[in-house]
């Protein structure tokens, strides 16, 4: 039996507030354009055994586009549903009794929030009942919260809480007998890294040169195309959205996004560029990927030598699309995205010659955690993106990435596409929501929790 600490924490209330937020230019990624989406924030107030109250705080957007892409289900449906399922799950979290460390609290109500999933798909009378992932998005700002929570109310960094100290059991009761005697504080840092390459995500609709600007662009005084991005703060991280069916427009748009960050940054006295690439599923099979690789090596060997790596090229399902992997980590390392949720898709991409894994926060940072250790203990690279995260969002993913040894840096792209959304939190991060010479600096992660400063934001917000 799992020994009983003063750190572990119960539930005593939970809030939820949605907002409708508008992006400041469309996101075309994948078969999907992004013009606004479902923003909830999360309230979770806790106690310790000794008697200590707190609260935590989460965010997330509900992005339908990404998290439960389909034709056979109404956007709206699909949103109200994912609504839906925030509502019954902060009920149930409500109602969740007894004390434990929050990644025990999130594994053991994952089964009611898929339950929820379900039955809310039911009641619905939706053609498509809500996939894993879309659930598992509902459920990560609580998650977030909880972590948030238990820093705070044991006076300490959540981060400081996954030893020993804090976990009743290691971590051979999540990941197996491999992992007996080990806990998380063997794979997060003792601190924040003091700066993250920041990536800038270059979307399918996205300008590249400030002549390309027309009337309908915005005129806010903010960057609009690639080469002012550059040029204002400095990235020199750039992840490029292809179509996946046009080999032909992927390849050139890769040589022009080269192109442009080798000339905006050499007016800098920058010669440093780095490249990704993400289909987001759309290619029938890894051949198509193979070939663009080639054909970019082919055209611009600085290019192909700028690329770190590529991103879920083939669909999520690994059952349905169950394609090996090894003709692209020949040539470049291929990063599991969509089709990582758990660890049996964990395990079945590995089988499959997929070379790491993407993590992100809106698939729950208890899982997130998890999988660092697995990809570590297996010595796969692992990446940390975002899901266009505002808000306490933002903050938390780069907390995360910050606390951790990802690929190169971490992507945040609120900042592109919802600066508006940031508010409050842009006031007291300032160098995380606005990134200068291509980097977030992450100073103001003080305090206890994930290091929101929430008192500040809360002032802040009125």
């Known amino acids: 039996m799992a020994a009983s600490l003063l750190s572990d924490i119960r539930i005593r209330e939970v809030e939820t507030y949605f907002t409708d937020e508008i992006a400041r230019t469309p996101l075309k990624f994948g078969g999907v354009t992004m013009e606004g989406a479902t923003h909830v924030r999360v309230r979770v107030a806790v106690e310790n055994r000794a008697g200590q109250v707190a609260e935590g705080w989460g965010s997330m ?155 309908d662009d915005p005129d806010d005084g903010e960057p609009v195309s690639l080469d002012q991005w550059i040029a204002r703060d400095g990235v020199y991280c750039l992840k490029i959205k292809l179509l996946g069916n046009d080999m032909d427009w992927d390849v050139q748009r890769t040589l022009d996004v080269y192109a442009v960050g080798k000339e905006e940054l050499a007016k800098q006295g920058r010669q440093d560029i780095y490249l990704t690439a993400d289909t987001n599923e759309i290619c029938e099979t890894p051949d198509y990927m193979v070939e663009y690789l080639e054909r970019v090596r082919e055209q611009s060997p600085a290019a192909y030598d700028a690329l770190l790596y590529v991103e879920q090229p083939t669909h999520r399902d690994l059952d349905r699309a169950p394609f090996r992997m090894e003709g692209i980590d020949k040539l470049k390392p291929v990063i599991m995205d969509e089709s990582l949720y758990n660890h049996r898709q964990y395990e079945r991409a590995k089988e499959l010659g997929w070379s790491g894994i993407a993590l992100k926060v809106c698939k729950g940072h208890s899982h997130s955690l998890l999988f660092t250790a697995l990809a570590t203990h297996d010595g796969l690279p692992y990446t940390v993106q975002d899901l266009t995260n505002p808000d306490l969002s933002l903050i938390h993913s780069v907390s995360f990435a910050a606390r951790i040894k990802p690929m190169m840096g971490v992507e945040c792209n609120s900042r592109q596409f919802f600066p508006a959304s940031n508010g409050a939190v842009a006031a007291v991060h300032p160098r995380i929501a606005n990134v200068r010479n291509g980097v977030a600096l992450t100073q103001t992660l003080t305090g206890t929790g994930l290091g929101y400063q929430m008192d500040r934001i809360l002032a802040q917000a009125g």
Request: some cysteine.
């Open 61 to 215: 957007f509900l992005a339908i586009g990404w998290a439960w892409p389909t034709d056979d289900v109404d956007a709206l449906a699909r949103d109200a549903a994912m609504r839906q399922v925030v509502e019954r799950y902060a009920k149930a979290l409500e109602g969740h009794s007894g004390y434990a460390h929050p990644i025990d609290i999130a594994l053991k109500t994952e089964p009611a929030l898929l339950s929820h999933a379900a039955d809310t798909s039911r009641a619905m009378q939706l053609a498509e009942s809500m996939p894993v992932l879309a659930s598992l998005v509902c459920g990560s700002p609580f998650d977030g919260a909880l972590h948030d929570a238990f820093g705070n109310v044991n006076g300490i960094s959540s981060y400081d809480g996954y030893s020993d100290e804090f976990m009743a059991e290691d971590l051979s009761a999540y990941l197996g007998p491999a992992f007996k005697g080990s806990y998380l504080d063997d794979y997060v840092r003792g601190n924040y890294v003091a700066e993250l390459p920041v990536f800038h995500l270059v979307g399918g609709l996205d300008k590249l040169w400030e002549r390309e600007i027309t009337a």
